[in-house]
Each structure stands twice: as C-alpha cells, then as structure tokens.
C-alpha cells in the first residue's frame, strides 16, 4: 500500500474506502508520510490544521475526519491564484 501511495498509483479516499486488516489499523500519520511530496512538516501541518491526532488508526477517523483531511489536501494541491494584472500600475 505505501509504494502505491508514494507512486501516486492509490489516492488517500481510495485508502479510506479499503476495508483490510493492514489498512484499518495502520496509523493515519503513516499513511499521509506515504503521499507523493509529503514530509514530516506538511504532515504536521496537516494534522494540526484538521485537529487530528496521527496515531489514530485509520478506522477510528470518522466520516468528517477523512472529509477534513481530504479537503485540506486539495487545498494544498491547488496552486493559489495568479492576481491579475493592475492596469493602472503599468
């Protein structure tokens, strides 16, 4: 699973749908490290920034938790917008 991950062959909400014994109990801070161009900061970041706890398993997030985490994770994959150019200042 974690070479997947880091392959980009595995999305974290194709993560949460597998329902194995390895998936369930493996700790999300683990699974998130595994992402392509994770590290230890923006994992810790992430974490904080969704009240997470990284030692909770996967099965114990709940619905809103994996909401969170993965819309957190869109955000930081989404470029912030190009402003536009100020025609009076040129």
Not at 17 to 41: F, K, Q, S, Y
């Amino acid at each position: 699973m974690r070479r997947a991950l880091t392959a980009g062959r595995l999305s974290l909400a194709e993560v949460f749908r597998r329902d194995d014994e390895i998936t369930r109990r493996t700790p999300i801070r683990r699974i998130l490290l595994a992402l392509p161009g994770a590290t230890p900061v923006t994992v810790h970041g992430l974490l904080l920034s969704t009240g997470l706890d990284g030692r909770q398993w996967v099965a114990d997030l709940t619905e809103r938790q994996r909401r969170a985490l993965l819309t957190a994770l869109a955000r930081r994959r989404d470029p912030p917008p190009i402003p536009a150019a100020d025609p009076a200042s040129g």
